[in-house]
Each structure stands twice: as C-alpha cells, then as structure tokens.
Nanobody, 115 residues
C-alpha cells in the first residue's frame, strides 16, 4: 500500500525558510520520479517541482523557481522541498507524489506565511 507522509509545515513570517519532508513507502522509491504540489485555499492543486529517480534532473514551476529546491534521499525513501524567501501567496497545503501515479495522496503538510 502506497503511503506518503508529508511533514515540516509551520506558520512563518514572509522571507522565512522551511524544509518540507515526504517519507514514502509501499513502492520502489528509487524507480520513480517524485514531485511536490500544493493547494491554496479555494484553489486547485498546483504542481511545484519534480525530481528524477536518481536526483540528477529537476524541474520547477515558474512561481517557485529560484526560491524552492527539491531533493531526495533514496536511502531514506524521502523527498524534500527547501523553501526560501517565503511569501504570503505560498500559504497552502503541500503534498508530494509520484507524477506518474496520482491515484492516492497523503494528508499533506500546512504552510502558513503571514506577518
């Protein structure tokens, strides 16, 4: 059974940094690209970043490029999202998933950016 457990969300001030983690289980983590998504209040789910199975290839949405960094540790079956220079518009629930299989989702982790 696929499990995705996101953590690391918090209430922070604009300009702060956070690192989110996503622990994955129930599938062969090393064989899959992983991605981060978010859903802001009243909006649809937004793709943020993807990392290839080896960690060498990454891609970012324009809204987070140069501020967010995706990485992974295949030994720990974990994918990370380092978020810098946070803005109020980054307030959302953040999720990770396999972009090739979006059938099941974790509960996400809440990020609030407010002064």
């Amino acid at each position: 059974q696929v499990q995705l457990v996101e953590s690391g969300g918090d209430l922070v001030q604009p300009g702060a940094s956070l690192r989110l983690s996503c622990a994955a289980s129930g599938f062969s983590f090393i064989d899959y690209a992983m991605a981060w998504y978010r859903q802001a209040p009243g909006k649809g789910r937004e793709w943020l970043a993807t990392i290839g199975s080896t960690g060498r290839d990454t891609d970012y949405a324009g809204s987070v490029k140069d501020r967010f960094t995706i990485s992974r540790d295949n030994a720990r079956n974990t994918v990370y999202l380092q978020m810098n220079s946070l803005k109020p518009e980054d307030t959302a629930i953040y999720y990770c998933n396999r972009p090739s299989n979006l059938d099941s989702w974790g509960q996400g982790t809440q990020v609030w950016v407010s002064s």
